[in-house]
T-cell receptor, first 115, second 116 residues
Framework: GAVVSQHPSWVICKSGTSVKIECRSL??????MFWYRQFPKQSLMLMAT?????????EQGVEKDKFLINHASLTLSTLTVTSAHPEDSSFYIC???????????FGPGTRLTVL | AQKITQTQPGMFVQEKEAVTLDCTYD???????LFWYKQPSSGEMIFLIY??????QNATEGRYSLNFQKARKSANLVISASQLGDSAMYFC?????????????FGTGTQLKVEL
């Protein structure tokens, strides 16, 4: 299957700071990337969908000004958690899809801990 | 109503035995896809198998097979000859057609433990 990487794999930050997470598709061009959040022992919840070159579409209840998503190229999407708070501590996973209808391939995830 | 239901929070199976993980779904979209992903303790989501709503035959990938019963709206995952490395969380997911935005909706998962 296709390979998606994420960086960093884990990050600890102080409350009030911003954190940027990168998601890269290594061997395919991801026209669409998705960002998910997963709390311990829970399922993945979709946060937003981003198409290359356009604004992200956020799911209901996800603050777009807090979770900034940029999909500047076909191989890179970034998620910036602005003014992070302890309740933002979670596992963030991205996925990439080549085109409408194709399989989503997931990155290894980023564990964010906000102190 | 839940779109994807996994009723088994945890399952145990002995090594080399087969195990079935249940998944039922709910959609009115005639075009949809069903997926199974494995999530080990390290966290990455590993794609296992896919079944399209119009596929006539059940999908198989090595030791994984999907028991697709369209009328019952079920898409159970069967793992044959279980191995210790199969111990992980397993998620069933559905992708609906145009009406669902082509996004994945996940079930709550089943934690599988393979024992000696």
């Amino acid at each position: 299957g296709a390979v998606v990487s994420q960086h960093p794999s884990w990050v600890i930050c102080k409350s009030g700071t911003s954190v940027k997470i990168e998601c890269r598709s290594l061997d395919f061009q991801a026209t669409t990337m998705f960002w998910y959040r997963q709390f311990p022992k829970q399922s993945l919840m979709l946060m937003a969908t981003s198409n290359e070159g356009s604004k992200a579409t956020y799911e209901q209840g996800v603050e777009k000004d807090k979770f900034l998503i940029n999909h500047a190229s076909l191989t890179l999407s970034t998620l910036t958690v602005t003014s992070a708070h302890p309740e933002d501590s979670s596992f963030y996973i991205c996925s990439g899809r080549l085109r409408w209808g194709s399989t989503q391939y997931f990155g290894p995830g980023t564990r964010l801990t906000v102190l | 109503a839940q779109k994807i239901t996994q009723t088994q929070p945890g399952m145990f199976v002995q090594e080399k035995e087969a195990v079935t993980l249940d998944c039922t779904y709910d959609t009115s979209d005639p075009s949809y896809g069903l997926f199974w992903y494995k999530q080990p303790s390290s966290g990455e989501m590993i794609f296992l198998i896919y079944q399209g709503s119009y596929d006539q035959q059940n999908a198989t990938e090595g030791r994984y097979s999907l028991n697709f019963q369209k009328a019952r709206k079920s898409a159970n995952l069967v793992i044959s000859a279980s191995q210790l490395g199969d111990s992980a969380m397993y998620f069933c997911a559905m992708r609906e057609g145009a009406g669902g935005g082509n996004k994945l909706t996940f079930g709550t998962g089943t934690q599988l433990k393979v024992e000696l």
